[in-house]
């Protein structure tokens, strides 16, 4: 007679799963971070907009006449007026910057600001760093790459930027072509470390300077590719079914007939 195998019994060292949430404490909880992760960026958002268009209105109010401000004619002041000017006077000097006048007067006033000596240098690294970042052309911080630091076996992101100098290329140690990269710190990536490395010791990933700032403002809680919808649903979804849960132990169980 064949025995039936016995069935494998499982594994008592797995820990027990997690208990569904249950109680209108646990469906309070799942409401209020669902309605905060939908919430919650939009206020910042609005939060550093509204920040950013006042800075810039204080700015620029000043220079504007008063007869030519809205709270002049208006019983309140307008937002973003300041910031309009801001544009058009940028977008203004930007044409005549392009022209031949424009041109020779940025000429004279670079001539002029290159005799000086601490203004000097201040003046040609800022252009410097402006013409890389807006002018388009350049490769600089679009591309991304892990190196280990800062032990070995730790890895962090950088942001790739230029081949060094030929004065600090010839001085750089051993025979490998370097480059520069800036390591953003988090959560404040506009702070971090600037150094030299080797590219061989670069591993280049395929990710966007955004994602990467991302994910170094959220610490590695928000992974490049992770969609907010997908979690905003599957909060919802926790929270409808400790809803069904909660409905089904408050019903009366049917009597049992003998």
């Not at 970042?133 to 032990?151: H, I, K, N, Y």
Request: proline residues 10%.
């Amino acid at each position: 007679m064949n025995r039936e195998p016995s069935p494998i019994e499982p594994d008592t060292d797995l820990p027990p799963p997690p208990e569904a949430p249950h109680g209108l404490l646990a469906r309070f909880r799942n409401y209020f971070l669902t309605g905060l992760i939908v919430a919650g960026p939009i206020a910042i958002t609005f939060y550093l907009t509204w920040w950013f268009v006042t800075w810039v209105d204080g700015i620029v109010r000043p220079f504007i006449p008063l007869a030519y401000r809205p709270e002049t004619y208006l019983p309140f002041g307008l937002p973003g007026a300041g910031l309009i000017v801001a544009v058009f006077a940028l977008t203004l000097l930007g044409f005549l910057a392009a022209n031949l006048i424009g041109r020779t007067l940025v000429d004279l006033g670079e001539r002029l600001l290159g005799r000086m000596p601490v203004v000097r240098a201040i003046y040609r690294g800022l252009k410097q760093v402006f013409e890389t970042l807006f002018s388009g052309q350049g490769s600089s911080f679009r591309r991304v790459g892990l190196v280990e630091f800062p032990a070995p076996g730790m890895w962090s992101i950088v942001l790739i930027s230029q081949l060094p100098s030929v004065e600090i290329a010839n001085k750089l140690p051993g025979q490998d072509e370097h480059i520069s990269v800036f390591l953003p710190c988090a959560p404040n990536p506009t702070t971090g470390f600037f150094f030299y490395v080797p590219k061989s010791k670069i591993v280049e990933v395929q990710m966007s300077a955004e994602d990467a700032a991302t994910l170094i403002m959220s610490c590695g809680v928000v992974q490049p590719g992770s969609d907010g919808q997908k979690k905003i649903a599957a909060m919802a979804e926790m929270a409808n079914a400790a809803r069904v849960a909660n409905t089904a132990a408050a019903r009366p169980e049917p009597a049992k007939v003998d």
